[in-house]
């Protein structure tokens, strides 16, 4: 195993400070895991995470899981480790939390490094594996504590404190995304079994009109409240209103009423004519009585 930060100082640095300090430097990995460690720092602590996480892997990899790919964001703030395609941050490293990074000699492609937990404050230990980077990656990360240390030292100290507020906001930012995340797929679950109970209750909740009764001759009874005017014609409008019935005497074109014989006075009619009158005049009243 190799220290990042033992390096020479009469070596330069494979980037310019304003790109660790301002921006930061990708890079594609494989991730093996992380797995807790007891000791902060120590190659053969290292080394054991490494030969632990490697043993997992086979096993995995027997049962045709893949090791997945990851993106690395190194800056004088941290190590972020990201999904490449959806760049959904799995896991920010604060850099004043990391307090050992090493490559291994004897395998080039892997890298490690250890991190104190924020949530748990115990010590995990990263394990990668980049077939071409993996001594790139362990310098640049140790070219990001060198930038760091100065800009401490340059600021007495405040630089720290801000990095970690910035650090804690941004850690709140991720959580609150995940949860914004959570809301949206249960309101989709929710909107989605509504629509379903809608669609499985609408025939049975369905009212359908009611038609009126009819009579043994298939017939609408009459009834005197009912109103002709709702019921619509075959062309769709409605019949003109039915004239309400008088009491008034009604005349004739000439003014005069309508004869009525009964009504009529006896002395109008012959003696025979009359009598005959009166005969009728007298059974009608007996109908009438006996009904």
């Given at each position: 195993?190799?220290?990042?930060?033992?390096?020479?100082?009469?070596?330069?640095?494979?980037?310019?400070?304003?790109?660790?300090?301002?921006?930061?430097?990708?890079?594609?990995?494989?991730?093996?895991?992380?797995?807790?460690?007891?000791?902060?720092?120590?190659?053969?602590?290292?080394?054991?995470?490494?030969?632990?996480?490697?043993?997992?892997?086979?096993?995995?990899?027997?049962?045709?899981?893949?090791?997945?790919?990851?993106?690395?964001?190194?800056?004088?703030?941290?190590?972020?480790?990201?999904?490449?395609?959806?760049?959904?941050?799995?896991?920010?490293?604060?850099?004043?939390?990391?307090?050992?990074?090493?490559?291994?000699?004897?395998?080039?492609?892997?890298?490690?490094?250890?991190?104190?937990?924020?949530?748990?404050?115990?010590?995990?230990?990263?394990?990668?594996?980049s077939e071409k980077c993996a001594e790139e990656i362990t310098l640049t990360i140790g070219?990001?504590?060198?930038?760091?240390?100065?800009?401490?030292?340059?600021?007495?100290?405040?630089?720290?404190?801000?990095?970690?507020?910035?650090?804690?906001?941004?850690k709140r930012i991720q959580d609150l995304e995940?949860?914004?995340?959570?809301?949206?797929?249960?309101?989709?679950?929710?909107?989605?079994?509504?629509?379903?109970?809608?669609?499985?209750?609408?025939?049975?909740?369905?009212?359908?009109?009611?038609?009126?009764?009819?009579?043994?001759?298939?017939?609408?009874?009459?009834?005197?409240?009912?109103?002709?005017?709702?019921?619509?014609?075959?062309?769709?409008?409605?019949?003109?209103?039915?004239?309400?019935?008088?009491?008034?005497?009604?005349?004739?074109?000439?003014?005069?009423?309508?004869?009525?014989?009964?009504?009529?006075?006896?002395?109008?009619?012959?003696?025979?004519?009359?009598?005959?009158?009166?005969?009728?005049?007298?059974?009608?009243?007996?109908?009438?009585?006996?009904?």
């Amino acid at each position: 195993m190799n220290r990042a930060f033992s390096r020479k100082k009469d070596k330069t640095w494979m980037h310019t400070p304003e790109a660790l300090s301002k921006h930061y430097i990708p890079y594609n990995a494989k991730f093996l895991g992380s797995t807790e460690v007891e000791q902060p720092k120590g190659t053969e602590v290292v080394r054991d995470a490494v030969r632990k996480l490697k043993f997992a892997r086979h096993i995995k990899k027997s049962e045709g899981q893949k090791i997945p790919k990851v993106e690395l964001q190194i800056s004088i703030y941290g190590v972020k480790i990201l999904e490449p395609k959806t760049k959904e941050v799995q896991h920010n490293c604060q850099l004043h939390r990391i307090s050992f990074c090493a490559d291994d000699k004897t395998d080039k492609r892997i890298f490690t490094f250890i991190c104190k937990d924020s949530e748990s404050n115990k010590h995990l230990c990263y394990v990668f594996d980049s077939e071409k980077c993996a001594e790139e990656i362990t310098l640049t990360i140790g070219q990001a504590f060198n930038l760091a240390y100065r800009k401490f030292l340059e600021s007495g100290g405040k630089d720290v404190e801000t990095r970690k507020q910035i650090a804690g906001l941004q850690k709140r930012i991720q959580d609150l995304e995940t949860e914004n995340t959570e809301l949206k797929n249960k309101v989709q679950d929710l909107e989605n079994q509504l629509r379903i109970t809608q669609v499985s209750t609408s025939p049975a909740g369905s009212v359908s009109p009611k038609s009126p009764s009819t009579d043994i001759f298939d017939m609408i009874p009459f009834s005197p409240t009912s109103h002709q005017s709702s019921v619509p014609t075959p062309n769709g409008t409605q019949p003109p209103p039915v004239p309400s019935r008088s009491t008034e005497i009604k005349r004739d074109l000439f003014g005069a009423e309508p004869f009525d014989p009964f009504n009529c006075g006896a002395g109008d009619f012959p003696p025979d004519i009359q009598s005959k009158l009166d005969e009728m005049q007298r059974q009608r009243w007996r109908g009438s009585k006996w009904d």
